[in-house]
């Protein structure tokens, strides 16, 4: 036994020596993506299989020490950085990344939590199938992460979250046990559906191991646009009738400023094709061919109605892409200006117009030298509204005034991205008493001791 911790010399025994990082070998894992939250951990462990994670949750909770589980560590809210204590153990799923099987009949693949987002997403392509999941992190997001967070993105419009893709799941409980529901089956009513305690709960219930997710057929056209709007209202009339002109085809209707697309031109030298207040980015896709057509008709209408100033229609896959990396590029801008206070909200679309009026009235007064980057996916009433030029001691008060706006909308202060740590203290102060009790018993019942990701989601005892 070496003289560092025991629990160490059993981590080790259990997955190899080279499987437990500790000192400056952990730095990558101990910081988010942001750079934001900056945890202590005892170690980093690496386990290559379910029965080692099994292993060492078992091991960690004989000693009384809790774990922090992490995938591609790009979560937007602290949730898979340790404290600062020098106690917590990370379990890192990096190594776990096998993609067990795909079933290109019944449109599902099996995958262990470790793989990466894009790669799932590749072998999918290769059999015409899609894991509808876009989101600007999906070279490094992992499965388990996504499950974990119940990630949105920019396909939510037409396939929903990561929760309705999700069939059957492995999972590692707080005691070491393993739960295996890897069933590929659309149909499944026998029980509780006990899958849903650990997607979105940001593993704070167990750790995911592996999933069965539902694939669906990877449209072969797709359409896709950019068109400054005069205001808001125009956005929305525009939206409702794209739901009547291209249906169940629209897959992505995202609202982006334009003060973001400046911060885009500055900071990445990309230029948009069109400029205005506001700007859409909105895409069909389709496996029939007459869907440009459709598109064509929907511009045309927009210019005839007044909602549209201007705009373009790719004429090639190269040049949706780089409409797309318009998008994808704003939160890497915004980063290099310097960053932000961020907030990720949804109101219900038809008051998305009053929201943002009165969380501006509200920030004028609050913090006047604030500038905005607002985008997001319009089409799901969710808005990333980001607070620039303003201190970090601002945050609080920044918080509290943008929340309460969202609260009087009977809007989210977490649309995707979850609590973390970073909103607990928000989500503790808004929730009603009901929800803090059933919380509550749900995280005592899975997990009694707290030991998985104290700290997250659910607020510490007061
Ligand atoms: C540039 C960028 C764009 C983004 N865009 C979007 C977006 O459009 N929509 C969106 O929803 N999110 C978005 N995100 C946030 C992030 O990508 C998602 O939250 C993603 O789902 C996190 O996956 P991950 O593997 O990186 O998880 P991590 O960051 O490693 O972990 C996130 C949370 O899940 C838990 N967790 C991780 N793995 C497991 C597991 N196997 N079992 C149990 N718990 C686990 C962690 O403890 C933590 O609480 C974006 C992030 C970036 C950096």
Redesign the pocket.
């Known amino acids: 036994m070496s003289d560092e911790a025991p629990l160490l010399d059993t981590l080790r025994s259990i997955c190899g020596d080279a499987a437990v990082l500790t000192g400056g070998d952990m730095a990558a894992y101990a910081t988010d993506?942001r750079d934001m939250f900056h945890g202590k951990p005892l170690c980093v462990v690496r386990p290559a299989e379910t029965a080692e994670v099994a292993q060492c949750v078992a091991a960690c909770a004989e000693t009384g020490t809790a774990i922090?589980?992490?995938?591609?560590?790009?979560?937007?809210?602290g949730?898979?950085t340790p404290d600062d204590s020098g106690t917590q153990v990370i379990v890192a799923?990096d190594r776990m990344t096998a993609i067990r099987r795909i079933d290109p009949v019944g449109m599902t693949i099996e995958v262990e939590?470790g793989a990466i987002l894009q790669t799932v997403k590749d072998a999918a392509g290769d059999e015409n199938r899609l894991l509808p999941i876009s989101?600007?992190?999906e070279g490094?997001?992992?499965i388990?992460?996504?499950?974990?967070?119940n990630?949105?993105?920019?396909d939510v419009l037409r396939y929903g979250m990561t929760r309705g893709l999700v069939l059957g799941l492995e999972v590692v409980l707080p005691d070491g046990q393993i739960l295996s529901r890897l069933r590929h089956l659309r149909k499944d009513n026998a029980g509780y559906d006990l899958k849903q305690l650990?997607i979105g709960t940001?593993?704070t219930l167990?750790?995911?191991?592996a999933a069965v997710l539902r694939l669906v057929p990877q449209p072969r056209h797709r359409a896709t646009a950019l068109i400054a709007v005069p205001d808001i209202a125009s956005a929305i009339a525009l939206y409702a009738r794209a739901q009547d002109e291209v249906g169940e085809a629209l897959s992505a209707f995202e609202l982006i400023s334009g003060a973001g697309l400046d911060l885009v031109a500055e900071h990445m030298g990309q230029t948009a094709p069109v400029t205005a207040d506001w700007v859409l980015l909105i895409e069909a896709g389709s496996s029939l061919p007459s869907l440009r057509e459709a598109a064509e008709k929907l511009l045309e209408t927009a210019f005839e109605e007044g909602w549209a100033t201007d705009g373009v229609l790719a004429e090639s896959e190269a040049q949706a892409d780089a409409l797309w990396q318009l998008r994808e590029s704003l939160?890497?801008a915004e980063g290099k200006a310097g960053g932000a206070i961020k907030h990720d909200i949804s109101v219900p679309i038809t008051g998305i117009a009053a929201f943002l009026q009165e969380a501006g009235n509200m920030l004028r007064a609050v913090a006047p030298e604030a500038k905005f980057n607002v985008f997001g996916h319009l089409g799901d009433g969710n808005l990333h509204y980001n607070v620039m030029n303003v201190t970090r001691e601002d945050a609080a008060k920044v918080n509290a005034a943008v929340h309460d706006v969202v609260a009087a909308h009977h809007g989210s202060i977490s649309a995707?991205?979850?609590l973390?740590q970073y909103r607990v203290a928000e989500w503790a102060r808004l929730a009603s008493q009901p929800e803090h009790d059933l919380t509550r018993r749900i995280k005592d019942a899975l997990d009694p001791d707290g030991l998985i990701?104290p700290g997250?989601v659910v607020p510490k005892r007061g």
């Open positions: 993506w922090v589980p992490q995938g591609g560590n790009t979560g937007l809210a949730g898979a799923l939590a989101l600007a992190a490094s997001a992992r388990g992460g996504l499950i974990a967070t990630a949105g993105g920019v650990f940001e593993g167990g750790i995911v191991t939160t890497e995707e991205h979850g973390g990701n997250k």
